[in-house]
């Protein structure tokens, strides 16, 4: 049989302003029904109600508590805990991990959108100001597949220049009149009733060369774009992992520093002056003089293994 603090007595050991009650109203403000949809419509209903288990699972991230198995004893004896139970059945440390691990899996993310919208509703956030700090992550590709936004640029500006050139030449020598180097390769291959030959001992005819010189340079400049609108503004790429930038990773145990292709993960911070500091990931909020800590990224990082840091 759980406990149930009368609130008289709660009034009394845990103080209005407490973390535990800012808590317990946020939570009870939320939308749950993401949370509802992952349990069975069937059977009996879970013992421990869902609102109030991730009551606790919340409260266990902010006091830094993150074992099932302690979790469960402070159901059992901490005060606070018990307040949030409000009754319920203490869970076990089964139950406490099975939601963590997959009631959560499909929700996390709405559910701390939530969290953070209610903090700013209630005037706890007001973002203010923020600050960004980040971690490099090396990826899973190839370290010599590296493109450079400098030498693309380059090579493309001589292949235009190339193409600028050669325009005027060939429309003179076959008189065709092209606005640009696609449609002038168009009328060259219109012109060409003949089939083109390749290998050892075949003669290609200088309409062939002149066709095969213009397919090349457009296959290139073509080739450039891309490769350009998979910078979009940054100085290198992967080709075996687009997504990768080529950055300056720690020391390896041979002192060696090399260009590899990783990701930069970055933490956006909004502080509202010495009271609270919030970020995607993380939140520290002041009551009474003294600070607790509630790190929802230590709750919801088994949700966001792409970004873990």
């Known amino acids: 049989m ?5 609130e008289s007595f709660a009034e009394r050991y845990i103080p209005a302003d407490d973390s535990v009650r800012l808590l317990d109203k946020i939570v009870e403000g939320m939308d749950l029904s993401a949370l509802m949809r992952a349990y069975d419509s069937h059977g009996r209903p879970p013992a421990t109600p869902p609102r109030t288990m991730l009551k606790i ?7 830094h508590n993150y074992s099932s198995r302690k979790i469960k004893s402070s159901c059992e004896r901490d005060m606070n805990y018990i307040w949030l139970l409000n009754g319920a059945a203490a869970p076990s440390h089964f139950e406490i991990a099975r939601f963590r691990s997959k009631r959560l899996a499909e929700c996390a993310d709405e559910l ?11 005037g706890e956030i007001a973002f203010e100001h923020f600050f960004v700090d980040g971690t490099k992550l090396e990826a899973n590709a190839n370290k010599y597949s590296f ?26 020598k076959y008189g065709i009149v092209a606005a640009d180097p696609s449609a002038l390769l168009s009328s060259l291959e219109e012109k060409a009733d003949f089939p083109f ?10 309409l062939q060369r002149d066709i095969e010189e213009l397919r090349e340079l457009l296959g290139r400049k073509q080739k450039y774009r891309g490769y350009n609108e998979i910078l979009k503004g940054r100085n290198s790429f992967s080709k075996t992992d687009p997504d990768a ?44 003089g003294e600070s607790f800590f509630f790190c929802p ?13």
């Open 197 to 206: 030959v390749h290998g050892r001992g075949n003669r290609k005819s200088e």
């Open 112 to 122: 701390f959108s939530q969290l953070v919208h209610h903090l700013h509703e209630m």
């Open 245 to 288: 930038t080529f950055m300056h990773m720690k020391e390896d145990h041979m002192r060696n520093a090399q260009l590899k292709p990783g990701y930069n993960v970055h933490i956006r911070l909004f502080l509202q002056g010495n009271r609270m500091l919030l970020s995607e990931w993380q939140l520290r909020i002041s009551t009474n």
């Open 2 to 6: 759980q406990l149930k603090i009368d």
């Open 147 to 172: 493109i450079w936004k400098k030498s693309t640029n380059k090579y493309e500006a001589r292949l235009d220049a190339k193409l600028e050139k050669l325009l005027p030449e060939l429309c003179s």
């Open 57 to 63: 699972v919340l409260y266990a991230a902010m006091e």
């Open 297 to 309: 990224f230590c709750f919801f990082a088994s949700f966001y293994p792409s970004v873990l840091i």
